[in-house]
């Protein structure tokens, strides 16, 4: 394979008077050299400077914009902390207003149940205090009535007309002493 590489190259070296891939025509050389470097200057006079300005700013905002993108991530995170703390003190708070509502709802309770006691007293007491009463008043018209059933029962027996006033007098301060025995 080698030897076809090599037969092939000298294929082409027989053609160098006629121009072939590998011939260099020293004309044509020069004239290249000349056009580059012509190139290179204009390039260089009027393209190379708004390139490379051109370059320099995209460099610039890339960095701006990274620049701000790293102050946007930090402004981030002390937003996100600062978050977190105001999160952290609603929730002391609000456990606080929890905490107080209970208290005052056991307080309240408390109260309550101090007034309720206080009123089934007072009702206990007034009760009582009626019973009482009606007891006097049941106690003293049943007397009454006795006094008038011995007055009508001893004018009976005794035939005899007999003051109904002083007779009541008399049976009331029997029963009382009849009472107090």
Same mark, same amino acid.
Do not use: C
């Given at each position: 394979?080698?030897?076809?590489?090599?037969? !092939?190259? #000298?294929?082409?070296?027989?053609?160098?008077?006629?121009?072939?891939?590998? *011939?260099?025509?020293?004309? &044509?050389?020069?004239?290249?050299?000349?056009?580059?470097?012509?190139? @290179?200057?204009? &390039? =260089?006079?009027?393209?190379?400077?708004?390139? @490379? *300005? +051109? @370059?320099?700013?995209?460099?610039? #905002?890339?960095?701006?914009?990274?620049?701000? !993108?790293?102050?946007?991530?930090? $402004? #981030?995170?002390?937003? &996100? $902390?600062?978050?977190?703390?105001?999160?952290?003190?609603?929730?002391? $708070? +609000?456990?606080?207003?929890?905490?107080?509502?209970?208290?005052? !709802?056991?307080?309240?309770?408390?109260?309550?149940?101090?007034?309720?006691?206080?009123?089934?007293?007072? &009702?206990?007491?007034?009760?009582?205090?009626?019973?009482?009463?009606? =007891?006097?008043?049941?106690?003293?018209? @049943?007397?009454?009535?006795?006094?008038?059933?011995?007055?009508?029962? +001893?004018?009976?027996?005794?035939?005899?007309?007999?003051?109904?006033?002083?007779? =009541?007098?008399?049976?009331?301060?029997?029963?009382?002493?009849? #009472?107090?025995?």
């Amino acid at each position: 394979m080698l030897s076809y590489i090599v037969l !092939a190259f #000298s294929h082409f070296a027989a053609e160098e008077s006629g121009g072939g891939l590998l *011939s260099v025509n020293g004309g &044509l050389a020069f004239w290249m050299v000349v056009t580059f470097i012509l190139l @290179l200057f204009i &390039l =260089k006079r009027f393209a190379w400077k708004p390139i @490379l *300005s +051109a @370059l320099d700013e995209r460099e610039k #905002s890339i960095r701006d914009s990274l620049e701000l !993108a790293e102050k946007t991530k930090e $402004e #981030s995170k002390q937003l &996100l $902390e600062e978050n977190k703390a105001h999160l952290q003190k609603a929730d002391e $708070e +609000a456990r606080k207003i929890v905490n107080q509502s209970r208290e005052f !709802a056991e307080k309240m309770k408390s109260q309550i149940i101090e007034e309720s006691k206080i009123q089934a007293q007072k &009702l206990i007491a007034d009760a009582s205090n009626e019973i009482d009463r009606k =007891k006097q008043e049941a106690f003293n018209e @049943l007397k009454n009535q006795v006094a008038e059933i011995s007055i009508i029962a +001893a004018e009976k027996i005794l035939k005899q007309n007999i003051d109904n006033e002083k007779n =009541k007098v008399i049976v009331n301060n029997y029963l009382d002493e009849i #009472s107090k025995n």
